[in-house]
């Protein structure tokens, strides 16, 4: 069910949003496990192959990767994050260097670009990136002056590279994808958030315009009538005065759940402006409108609110009338409000309905 369209009180889950920085230590928390675990295949194919040397530097690497990642897991990031630099670029460097440049270990150097551009910025982004392209072309010339220390065995030197290429491109994908969906829900929350009322989680204004508006173009074309209800709370002024704004915000809260959950799909619901809500009940005709009305009326009578020890009895003047063929949604909120005036001249805690 759309929060927006029928007023359902947001759940918090703007609290929980992730910031561009820690989603990037969540994603390196998770390279890390990642990453330890190519290095416990790629120690299982050196040892297949008699490499010893790479071999054991992979079982190192998993050791640091093991630290690195309890170093993150307890937020102490510089010394995770220096530890993956340290792994990586020893790992590229003597494997390159020891078994040469078609292994494939120089193109773990291209993951840190990313992670750079994430991390880093200003000269210290300049600096990190120009040393990972220092590094990688003095390999890239290495290689082609000396050739590898240590050949590998054909086979063994395709099955590593083989690895070396899946690993970095499965990489690449995994933040590539990751950095998309982050992106994807930080715009869905900017999107709520315009769109929302943050106390109650209802709808705005101005978010209401906007749906209110097509519900009556719809309405219009298929021949249904649509009610407006616009309702206010009793004396809210008292209330402030009595409990603060603190007991003000319980009512407001409490009153836009009922009304929400009062609620049919179809049905628009927004906090109007400070004590008042407006309700669009589509394919309702006046009698309908009434009814809901005076229903929901009655409920709220009937659920005081607690406030610390203190117990507020909450009623609601209510205007009704139904939005008529020739006229906009400003012409039918007037003559809503002008009913909801007749509710409060009559005594409150009332619905009135105007044609």
């Known amino acids: 069910m759309n929060t927006t369209q029928t007023g359902r009180p947001a759940s918090g889950a703007a609290d929980r949003t992730r910031t561009a920085g820690s989603a990037f230590w969540i994603m390196t928390r998770r390279v890390t496990v990642m990453a330890g675990t190519v290095d416990v295949l790629l120690l299982l194919a050196f040892l297949a192959f008699d490499e010893p040397l790479v071999g054991w ?28 630099w340290v792994e990586v670029v020893t790992h590229a460097v003597v494997g390159t260097v020891w078994l040469g440049w078609h292994i494939g270990f120089h193109y773990y150097l291209l993951m840190f670009i990313p992670a750079i551009a994430v991390a880093a910025g200003g000269w210290q982004q300049a600096f990190l990136l120009g040393g990972v392209l220092t590094l990688y072309l003095s390999l890239d010339h290495w290689s082609v002056e000396h050739g590898p220390m240590h050949p590998m065995d054909p086979v063994g030197q395709e099955l590593v590279y083989a690895i070396n290429v899946v690993v970095v491109f499965v990489f690449a994908a995994y933040a590539a994808r990751y950095y998309y969906q982050l992106v994807a829900e930080s715009e ?13 989680g209802l709808a705005n ?17 298929i021949g249904v009538p ?28 409490h009153v836009a759940g009922l009304l929400a959950a009062n609620c049919r799909e179809a049905d628009l619901l927004a906090r109007w402006g400070g004590e008042e809500f407006l309700l669009v009940l589509a394919a309702s005709d006046a009698e309908a409108g ?7 009326r009655r409920l709220v009578a009937e659920s005081p609110v607690t406030v610390g020890e203190v117990r507020l009895p909450v009623t609601l003047s209510v205007g009704v ?14 003559r809503a409000d002008r009913a909801l005036y007749a509710s409060k001249s009559a005594g409150r805690d009332r619905v009135s309905l105007l044609g």
């Open 321 to 334: 009338t139904v939005a008529q063929p020739h006229e906009g949604l400003d012409e039918a909120i007037a």
């Open 205 to 221: 204004r101005r978010h209401m315009l906007l749906q209110a508006e097509d519900v009556l173009v719809q309405a219009r074309r």
């Open 57 to 84: 530097l992979n079982l190192l690497s998993i050791a640091i990767y093991v630290v690195a990642y309890r170093a993150l897991k307890q937020r102490r990031n510089r010394l995770g994050l220096a530890l993956i």
């Open 290 to 296: 009434h009814m809901r009305a005076e229903l929901v």
């Open 226 to 253: 649509t009610s407006v209800v616009l309702i206010d709370i009793d004396h809210f002024k008292q209330v402030n005065d009595t409990c603060g704004h603190e007991g003000g915000d319980a009512v407001l809260v």
């Open 188 to 200: 869905r929350r900017l999107r709520q958030l315009a769109s929302t009322d943050p106390l109650t």
